[in-house]
């Protein structure tokens, strides 16, 4: 667990910038959901936390380390994508393990850390089965599974249920913020839905072309939007 500290971050691609001065502070164990428009530069934040994409200026910190240079490998974060392949030729918990693995961990601390994580995810009967031969949810669990194998200090979310029918949606949902509950991480999560943000978030940052409109709490944010943008996404009467 670790905080993480946003500060004045911009990001230009060319001569587009595409995120104007981003300050976002999180604390240790927080769930922060990112919300905005398509296009307003969320998965390019997260993308600049987990290190696969540069900063063009300000400084990203995770804990007391600035990372701005720092190899994504050599952060301790984990991400789950909207397309989670999983590898089609790796049973669930090679899978799961591969990321130990190319960190160099030996193979008693890999299957350590994929039962530790199989469990909480209640993903232990189905460790020996193939990609192919588990559910959508299921699979969803697996690639949840990678990311929980390490224990990492933050984990980041880029819109991972949007793939999924609206029932299992919801199911996810509780599980996430179940595993939440359990482990704690400082969690960032993207998402367009703005159901999914009141329900998860501890705090909810609204994005919009490039800049935060406002962030605050789910119920601050519903009781108090700061102008038409921030009500018009939470839904509420400005
Ligand atoms: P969101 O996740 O909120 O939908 P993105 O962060 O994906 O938004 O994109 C923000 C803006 O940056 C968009 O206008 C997108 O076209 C642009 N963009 C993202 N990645 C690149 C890239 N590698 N090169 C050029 N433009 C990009
Ligand atoms: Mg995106």
Redesign the pocket.
């Known amino acids: 667990m670790s905080s993480v500290q946003i500060r004045d971050v911009r ?1 230009s ?2 001569n ?1 910038e ?2 104007h001065g981003v300050t976002i502070p999180i604390e240790d164990g927080e769930f922060v959901v ?1 919300v ?12 600049m936390l987990a290190g696969l ?1 540069n900063i063009t200026s300000g400084t990203i910190s995770i804990g007391d380390r600035v990372v701005n240079n720092v190899q994504p490998k050599e952060r301790d974060i984990a991400m789950v994508f909207q397309n989670y392949a999983l590898y089609p030729h790796m049973t669930v918990a090679d899978n799961m393990g591969f990321s130990l693995k190319l960190r160099g961990a030996k193979s008693e601390e890999i299957s350590t850390g994929v039962k530790r994580a199989a469990e909480i995810l209640a993903l232990t009967p189905l460790l020996d089965r193939y990609p192919r031969q588990l559910s959508g949810g299921q699979r969803q669990r697996v690639a949840m599974g990678r990311a929980i194998v390490r224990d990492p200090q933050v984990f980041l979310f ?2 991972p249920l949007s793939n999924l029918d609206a029932k299992l949606r919801v199911a996810m949902r509780t599980e996430i913020k179940e595993l939440h509950q359990r482990l704690r991480t400082t969690t960032v999560y ?1 998402t ?1 839905d703005q159901i999914e943000a009141m329900t998860m978030a501890d705090k909810i940052v609204v ?1 919009h072309d ?1 800049i935060v409109e406002q962030m605050g709490s789910p119920l601050e944010l519903y009781d108090k939007p700061e102008n038409q943008f921030v009500a018009g996404f939470i839904g509420s009467p400005a």
């Open positions: 990001k691609f060319g587009f595409v995120l990112l905005g428009p398509s296009g307003c530069g969320k998965s390019t934040l997260l993308r994409e880029d819109e993207v367009h994005m490039g």
